[in-house]
């Protein structure tokens, strides 16, 4: 029985097994609970991955059409295994799982426990889970940024030869204009970059590295922006899109309200958004880094926790008060995925600190401070996360005894598990599969003329369910630009309506089921699955 209890705790402290439970809990979560498409930005990526593999791709000047590295790997498995929402959102996952590899890979041999604690901590985070489930670049991005933060990880120590001091100096260069290619949040990681440039000048140390990454870095700029100008006739053309995106997202209510609403945002506003976000988690372990005894120089990048916690620190700065446009100051949104650049350095920096205050009774009461004051700030519903996490600690810190980090590591990882598993159970929001299989029996007439009346947001989507190939006999439009007259020149007007969609806070349609029917009171339903309804006008009908 000693034996077995043994192996327990020996498999519980174990980064691979952490490692292979995380990977297996995302595949789960990707399966489980996949919607297969967001009607949003996906959107915008499938079709330019669409358009580049069967031509036709151009920029529209807007600023995704610029991140080539969400979409050419996606018009890849397109060419591959035809388009469905599994090719779609493939590369997502695989960078999501690529950078729970890179976590292991980097530090597991020298700190397997703080190893361990990332894994969690990242691997199980919701809305990296969600964010590996949609196309979108955040999950991208987070890879690429992650992969760079890994080498300046290398490179914090004096490589042992010189070839390799270049190489991957070179590698670096690249990696960043990847993940530039990808989103521009890249950018966060300036600061820190600047920082262990400056500490290795000061140390005389790694110079080839750096001269290789400056000028790797500036030929492959060259490059970029030489082929934009052959392409687009501009050099600047990213650029000038980029900050025209972020002028017309601008919403005039920010502008109206700016007054009264940006001395909350650079405050206490992030803090709030932490605790909402579940980023309180990782937080509440990397504040121990100031707590612990033996406290190491900040500055000293040599040392593991003193490179992620500079890291965090540094990249945390530009988030909370840089600015998202050029014209006026915009702050970020905090929205969860606008941090993905950041978690590899949440993870890492509370992972060393639990790595070296773990069991310290006192560290164990300051986390049920910090938990018990998010539980108290956060919203109610946000209890069921926090709550536990006060009563775990604070019954380590009452048991006065050793407690090994294993039982630690699998009553958080049990915590960080409660949202997602809610949302695999949770009904689906946007209906995807229910609207598809409406669209596939009865809007896919080979002949006739065929009007579908719908909302504002299918009206832009819906060729996506067609694999971007509509049928030429059927038009798409909305419930207000319909005429009675229409039906005499067609053979079958549809009403469709995705409650799902239309009650979907994100994504602010306007229209509603109470609203629409009453327009068309001689509709009569021919098909319903979920949210999804399909009726059908009488040709006789007024409306």
Same mark, same amino acid.
């Given at each position: 029985?000693?034996?077995?209890?043994?192996?327990?705790?020996?498999?519980?402290?174990?980064?691979?097994?952490?490692?292979?439970?995380?990977?297996?809990?995302?595949?789960?979560?990707?399966?489980?609970?996949?919607?297969?498409?967001?009607?949003?930005?996906?959107?915008?990526?499938?079709?330019?991955?669409?358009?580049?593999?069967?031509?036709?791709?151009?920029?529209?000047?807007?600023?995704?059409?610029?991140?080539?590295?969400?979409?050419?790997?996606?018009?890849?498995?397109?060419?591959?295994?035809?388009?469905?929402?599994?090719?779609?959102?493939?590369?997502?996952?695989?960078?999501?799982?690529?950078?729970?590899? *890179? #976590? /292991?890979?980097?530090?597991? =041999?020298?700190?397997?426990?703080?190893? %361990?604690? @990332? &894994?969690?901590?990242?691997? $199980?985070?919701?809305?990296?889970?969600?964010?590996?489930?949609?196309?979108?670049?955040?999950?991208?991005?987070?890879?690429?940024?992650?992969?760079?933060?890994?080498?300046?990880?290398?490179?914090?120590?004096?490589?042992?030869?010189?070839?390799?001091?270049?190489?991957?100096?070179?590698?670096?260069?690249?990696?960043?204009?990847?993940?530039?290619?990808?989103?521009?949040?890249?950018?966060?990681?300036?600061?820190?970059?600047?920082?262990? *440039? #400056? /500490?290795?000048?000061?140390? =005389?140390?790694?110079?080839?590295?750096? %001269?290789? @990454? &400056?000028?790797?870095?500036? $030929?492959?700029?060259?490059?970029?922006?030489?082929?934009?100008?052959?392409?687009?006739?501009?050099?600047?053309?990213?650029?000038?899109?980029?900050?025209?995106?972020?002028?017309?997202?601008?919403?005039?209510?920010?502008?109206?309200?700016?007054?009264?609403?940006?001395?909350?945002?650079?405050?206490?506003?992030?803090?709030?958004?932490?605790?909402?976000?579940?980023?309180?988690?990782?937080?509440?372990?990397?504040?121990?880094?100031?707590?612990?005894?033996?406290?190491?120089?900040?500055?000293?990048?040599?040392?593991?926790?003193?490179?992620? &916690?500079?890291?965090?620190?540094?990249?945390?700065?530009?988030?909370?008060?840089?600015?998202?446009?050029?014209?006026?100051?915009?702050?970020?949104?905090?929205?969860?995925?606008?941090?993905?650049?950041?978690?590899?350095?949440?993870?890492?920096?509370?992972?060393?600190?639990?790595?070296?205050?773990?069991?310290?009774?006192?560290?164990?009461?300051?986390?049920?401070?910090?938990?018990?004051?998010?539980?108290?700030?956060?919203?109610?519903?946000?209890?069921?996360?926090?709550?536990?996490?006060?009563?775990?600690?604070?019954?380590?810190?009452?048991?006065?005894?050793?407690?090994?980090?294993?039982?630690?590591?699998?009553?958080?990882?049990?915590?960080?598990?409660?949202?997602?598993?809610?949302?695999?159970?949770?009904?689906?929001?946007?209906?995807?599969?229910?609207?598809?299989?409406?669209?596939?029996?009865?809007?896919?007439?080979?002949?006739?003329?065929?009007?579908?009346?719908?909302?504002?947001?299918?009206?832009?989507?819906?060729?996506?369910?067609?694999?971007?190939?509509?049928?030429?006999?059927?038009?798409?439009?909305?419930?207000?630009?319909?005429?009675?007259?229409?039906?005499?020149?067609?053979?079958?007007?549809?009403?469709?309506?995705?409650?799902?969609?239309?009650?979907?806070?994100?994504?602010?349609?306007?229209?509603?089921?109470?609203?629409?029917?009453?327009?068309?009171?001689?509709?009569?339903?021919?098909?319903?699955?979920?949210?999804?309804?399909?009726?059908?006008?009488?040709?006789?009908?007024?409306?």
């Amino acid at each position: 029985m000693h034996s077995f209890l043994q192996n327990i705790r020996r498999t519980g402290q174990s980064p691979l097994f952490w490692l292979l439970f995380v990977c297996g809990f995302t595949l789960l979560y990707f399966f489980a609970e996949h919607e297969g498409f967001y009607f949003g930005d996906d959107y915008s990526y499938s079709l330019y991955a669409h358009q580049l593999l069967h031509g036709g791709f151009h920029f529209d000047n807007y600023s995704f059409c610029h991140r080539f590295m969400v979409f050419v790997p996606t018009s890849l498995f397109y060419w591959l295994w035809g388009m469905n929402i599994y090719t779609t959102t493939l590369w997502p996952l695989l960078c999501t799982l690529g950078t729970l590899l *890179l #976590l /292991y890979a980097g530090l597991h =041999r020298k700190h397997p426990a703080a190893t %361990a604690w @990332a &894994l969690v901590l990242l691997g $199980l985070y919701y809305f990296q889970l969600n964010t590996a489930n949609y196309l979108y670049p955040d999950n991208i991005v987070l890879f690429f940024t992650t992969a760079c933060l890994m080498v300046l990880y290398k490179a914090r120590q004096p490589f042992p030869s010189s070839t390799q001091e270049v190489f991957w100096g070179v590698t670096f260069a690249a990696l960043n204009l990847l993940a530039f290619l990808t989103k521009e949040t890249i950018v966060y990681t300036v600061p820190f970059y600047l920082c262990v *440039l #400056l /500490y290795h000048l000061k140390r =005389r140390e790694n110079w080839r590295f750096w %001269a290789a @990454a &400056l000028l790797a870095g500036a $030929l492959l700029l060259a490059a970029y922006f030489l082929l934009y100008k052959i392409f687009s006739g501009d050099a600047l053309q990213r650029l000038y899109d980029i900050k025209a995106t972020n002028t017309l997202e601008t919403k005039q209510e920010y502008l109206d309200s700016r007054a009264t609403t940006l001395l909350p945002r650079l405050t206490y506003k992030p803090l709030l958004f932490f605790i909402g976000s579940g980023l309180a988690i990782p937080l509440a372990f990397a504040a121990l880094s100031f707590f612990r005894t033996g406290r190491t120089a900040l500055l000293h990048l040599r040392r593991s926790h003193s490179f992620w &916690l500079v890291a965090l620190l540094s990249m945390l700065l530009p988030i909370w008060f840089g600015t998202a446009t050029v014209d006026f100051y915009k702050p970020m949104p905090l929205l969860p995925r606008m941090f993905h650049p950041l978690l590899p350095t949440f993870c890492l920096a509370a992972g060393l600190a639990l790595e070296k205050v773990w069991p310290q009774r006192a560290a164990f009461l300051v986390l049920v401070l910090l938990f018990g004051l998010c539980a108290g700030l956060g919203e109610k519903n946000l209890a069921v996360m926090y709550a536990p996490l006060v009563v775990f600690f604070m019954g380590l810190f009452l048991y006065r005894k050793p407690v090994p980090f294993a039982l630690g590591l699998a009553v958080v990882a049990l915590v960080l598990c409660i949202r997602p598993v809610y949302f695999i159970f949770k009904p689906t929001v946007s209906y995807y599969a229910e609207q598809k299989e409406i669209i596939d029996r009865h809007l896919k007439h080979p002949a006739g003329n065929y009007i579908v009346l719908t909302d504002s947001i299918m009206l832009r989507r819906h060729p996506y369910f067609y694999g971007f190939d509509t049928p030429q006999n059927y038009t798409y439009q909305k419930y207000s630009a319909y005429l009675p007259s229409m039906a005499q020149r067609t053979d079958t007007v549809f009403l469709l309506i995705n409650n799902g969609v239309l009650e979907h806070p994100e994504l602010m349609a306007r229209e509603k089921e109470k609203t629409i029917l009453p327009q068309f009171p001689s509709a009569r339903l021919l098909a319903r699955r979920g949210k999804v309804k399909l009726f059908v006008l009488p040709k006789d009908s007024t409306r």
